[in-house]
T-cell receptor, first 115, second 115 residues
């Protein structure tokens, strides 16, 4: 979805380095999510945020941190990258529907390789 | 917590063959159900979704899915596949009766359509 952008699209880094992945959206959605995709495992939730002041851990938050700088921006940081964090990372957004019929829209992904 | 199972990990079909991809979820409450598609090198795109009402939902590109509540299933179907349907397909679910709303994904099914 072109309304959800991620930078960088590809990144190769070394073990121990700090990395930040950024996500921006122009959809005006309150909710933003970070997932990682590994072959054979589907997508797994790292963190999610319902608004600027509300950040929650997902299933696999260890080794990651996030920052919600504004409604439109949600960054994912790897404080000290390790090789098993090599994966494809997706940002997603959704609006808050009062009847719980939220639909998530995904960014293009960031392919991260940790050597 | 909910979980999603996609039993077919890799499916190979010839063009014009019919397709059915299985998806089962485990959750006792009310759920929203989704199928996303990921074409090679691209981000996830929404194929179709089910919130309530008619259990047979139609999506883009001739895909449809049927929600069978008694079987906790949401199988994806297409009567006649095309080479351009080669992609990875993900079933996902979120619970409507919790505030979490993040998606739980299946591990994906890789579809290869041979011309």
């Amino acid at each position: 979805d072109a309304d959800v952008t991620q930078t960088p699209r590809n990144r190769i880094t070394k073990t121990g380095k700090r990395i930040m992945l950024e996500c921006s959206q122009t959809k005006g959605h309150d909710r933003m999510y970070w997932y990682r995709q590994d072959p054979g495992l589907g997508l797994r939730l790292i963190y999610y945020s319902f608004d600027v002041k509300d950040i929650n851990k997902g299933e696999i938050s260890d080794g990651y941190s996030v920052s919600r700088q504004a409604q439109a921006k949600f960054s994912l940081s790897l404080e000290s990258a390790i090789p098993n964090q090599t994966a494809l990372y997706f940002c997603a957004t959704s609006d808050l529907m009062p009847d719980a019929t939220d639909t998530q829209y995904f960014g293009p992904g960031t392919r991260l390789t940790v050597l | 917590a909910q979980s999603v199972s996609q039993h077919n990990h890799h499916v190979i079909l010839s063009e014009a063959a019919s397709l059915e991809l299985g998806c089962n979820y485990s959750y006792g409450g009310t759920v929203n159900l989704f199928w996303y598609v990921q074409y090679p090198g691209q981000h996830l795109q929404l194929l179709l979704k089910y919130f309530s009402g008619d259990p047979l939902v139609k999506g883009i590109k001739g895909f449809e899915a049927e929600f069978i509540k008694s079987k906790f299933s949401f199988n994806l179907r297409k009567p006649s596949v095309q080479w351009s349907d080669t992609a990875e397909y993900f079933c996902a679910v979120n619970a409507r009766d919790t505030g979490r709303r993040a998606l739980t994904f299946g591990s994906g099914t890789r579809l290869q359509v041979q011309p």
